[in-house]
């Protein structure tokens, strides 16, 4: 069964600061996908990493996946209070996502 | 663009009721997958049809069924039911290109919040 673990799964930080979500999955995969939700919203795609040693960037966000680790990161720099939010990471598999648990993310000024 | 546009957005249902939801995917994707988002179970696989056909099913009891339609709308019906299913289903669409891989992105709906009582 392929299990996709987050963490941590609660953050609060200050703005300006840099820290990294990471995204440990148990299976061979080699799409990954990072989401953000805000409360009481829907999920809005953020990255699709599709190969090993895959990386993208927007903005204050950057992704990177390491398939044969199995392990992908979300890395935020000198955050800022608009990137409060719960984050998810998810892995493709048989035609479905399989997700992790969330991080939710606090950044207070 | 139009986007994923799930209805209702909102539902109060009685225990024992069946409730039908809609999602019309974004124009062009052929795929369409539904999710239900708990608190305590986080995101969970429903089930995902490509034209016109279910590619895989979560682990649903058989009250949980869906179809999708040759213009790729889809909709899943719960019938009987229970406090439990009270949660937020969203709908995703996606291009879906050839076999054995699902999407390159998958763009969710607004979802709708079922409450059961």
């Known amino acids: 069964e392929l299990k996709v673990e987050q963490n941590p799964l609660f953050l609060s930080m200050q703005e300006g600061k840099n820290y990294t979500i990471y995204c440990n999955y148990s299976?061979?995969?080699?799409?990954l996908y990072w989401y953000r939700q805000d409360p009481g919203k829907s999920l809005e795609s953020l990255f699709v990493?599709?190969?090993n040693g895959a990386v993208k960037q927007e903005g204050r966000l950057m992704a990177s996946l390491d398939t044969k680790a199995r392990l992908s990161t979300l890395h935020i720099t000198a955050a800022v209070h608009d990137l409060s939010a719960t984050y998810f990471c998810?892995?493709?598999?048989?035609?479905?996502?399989?997700w992790g648990a969330g991080t939710k993310l606090i950044i207070k000024p | 663009k139009a986007g994923v546009t799930q209805t209702p957005r909102y539902l109060i249902k009685t225990r024992g009721q069946q409730v039908t939801l809609s999602c019309s995917p974004i124009s062009g994707h052929r795929s369409v997958s539904w999710y239900q988002q708990t608190p305590g179970q986080g995101l969970q696989f429903l089930f995902e049809y490509f034209s016109e056909t279910q590619r895989n099913k979560g682990n649903f009891p058989g009250r949980f069924s869906g179809r999708q339609f040759s213009n790729s709308r889809s909709e899943m019906n719960v019938s009987t039911l229970e406090l439990g299913d009270s949660a937020l289903y969203l709908c995703a669409s996606s291009r879906s290109v050839g076999t054995g891989i699902m999407n390159t992105e998958a763009f969710f709906g607004q979802g709708t919040r079922l409450t059961v009582v």
């Open positions: 299976t061979t995969s080699d799409r």
């Open positions: 998810a892995v493709e598999s048989n035609y479905q996502l399989i």
């Open positions: 990493l599709l190969s």
